[in-house]
């Protein structure tokens, strides 16, 4: 067996240690060198993966030598490709080694594009990315559509089940109740109780009505009174409706047996929104009295008034009306003015609520002994349901 002689060996060890410390070298105008792994040439650049900067992006119009230790598919200005491996000869002639026509010499200013023979080619790769993130988008522009559109079909799903509940069961309605009272120099007791039911429909309202408010002090009694009524609403139009009320009222103190009012009229929506609404009306009527000395008024009336509801927030509701009474027979001298004033705050529990309101009547022609002005402060709680 021939041992190998020293030169071979000289020879093994050099070709080892050169093809260890190989890498594709990029010398630029300047005399700049730059060693590391060739990415691409595309678009007028230069990219190098160095070990010192990672990629590194080079103007290619400054590059004046380029070699590399393997084959690259090279696309010329001509559009002629070729597979070879970038070289300088002893010449100092750029070549490309290892093609299919053998070596051919190469100026490195008629390289267009250069890239790995297993890669596509950087333009077309570029435009492949772009297309791609345009896909990403339109499918994350797609998720966030179906997402609003899901949200917004499960509101109007729930507003429309909402509707149908109360298609289905219209009727809602509320216990208020209250007492007052005191000891020691004065002893008082009041109560007051009022029930109120509300049915609503895509046309219609009715609100009905029955109130009890009673109070004594040091044994005498000071209020009993006794309020009812129910009124009626019917759309004509989305801002005009046609409205009945009939009121009635037993006032001890007033000696006032009985008081009926009766009466028809048109009103106008001139603000219908969730949160506020604002309508008058204005029509006839007929009020009855009957007081506790036996005598009785009769009277054609007129009606005029307005009604006010407010929701401020989810924690304040305020409410206000105003209702004229004027008589046919003698409309400045007697008339009946009632007005309501309060407000509504949510407690802890639900449906529950604490009410405070005035509410105040004025009659331009009482019974005898009566006051003209009657006007009553309550702070209730609340039940509602619906």
């Known amino acids: 067996m021939n041992k190998p002689s020293l030169r071979t060996l000289f020879l093994l060890i050099s070709s080892t240690f050169t093809t260890s410390i190989m890498a594709d070298q990029v010398v630029l105008d300047d005399g700049s060198l730059l060693k590391g792994t060739l990415k691409e040439v595309a678009n007028g650049q230069l990219v ?20 590399t230790d393997e084959k690259f598919l090279i696309e010329l200005n001509s559009r002629d490709r070729i597979v070879g491996q970038l070289s ?18 190469v100026d490195p200013a008629n390289i267009r594009s250069v890239w790995a023979t297993d890669a596509h080619k950087p333009q077309v790769a570029a435009v492949e990315q772009e297309y791609q993130q345009q896909i990403d988008d339109i499918k994350v522009s797609n998720e966030q559509e179906k997402e609003a559109l899901k949200a917004d079909y499960d509101q109007a799903l729930a507003a429309i089940r909402l509707e149908r509940d109360k298609l289905r069961d219209p009727w809602s309605g509320s216990l208020a109740f209250g007492v007052a009272g005191a000891s020691g120099n004065t002893k008082r007791f009041g109560a007051q109780g009022r029930g109120e039911l509300h049915r609503e429909t895509d046309m219609e309202r009715m609100d009905m009505y029955l109130e009890v408010n009673y109070q004594k002090e040091d044994g005498e009694q000071t209020v009993n009174e006794k309020l009812a009524g129910v009124a009626l ?12 009320t009939a009121d009635f009222e037993i006032d001890d103190f007033e000696e006032l047996d009985l008081r009926a009012i009766a009466t028809a009229s048109l009103g106008r929506f001139f603000i219908r929104e969730d949160d506020l609404k604002f309508k008058g009306f204005a029509g006839v009527g007929y009020r009855f009295e009957s007081y506790s000395d036996g005598s009785t008024e009769k009277d054609p009336t007129g009606v005029l008034g307005y009604d006010v509801k407010y929701r401020m927030n989810s924690h304040l509701k305020l409410f206000h009306d105003f209702t004229y009474y004027p008589s046919f027979s003698s409309p400045g001298k007697n008339y009946l003015v009632v007005t309501n004033f309060g407000g509504e705050m949510p407690l802890a529990q639900d449906n529950w609520k604490l009410r405070a309101s ?10 005898p002994d009566a006051e003209k002005t009657d006007t009553s402060y309550q702070m209730n709680l609340v039940y509602d349901w619906e």
């Open 88 to 105: 300088v000869n002893a010449n100092g002639q750029h070549t490309l080694t290892n093609t299919a026509f053998g070596t051919v010499n």
């Open 48 to 67: 190098i993966n160095t070990a010192f900067a990672d990629d590194v992006t080079i103007d290619y119009s400054r590059v004046s030598k380029l070699t």
């Open 233 to 244: 609403e019917r759309d004509i139009t989305e801002m005009w409706f046609a409205r009945g």
């Open 358 to 367: 005035v509410r105040s009547q004025y009659n331009s022609m009482p019974a």
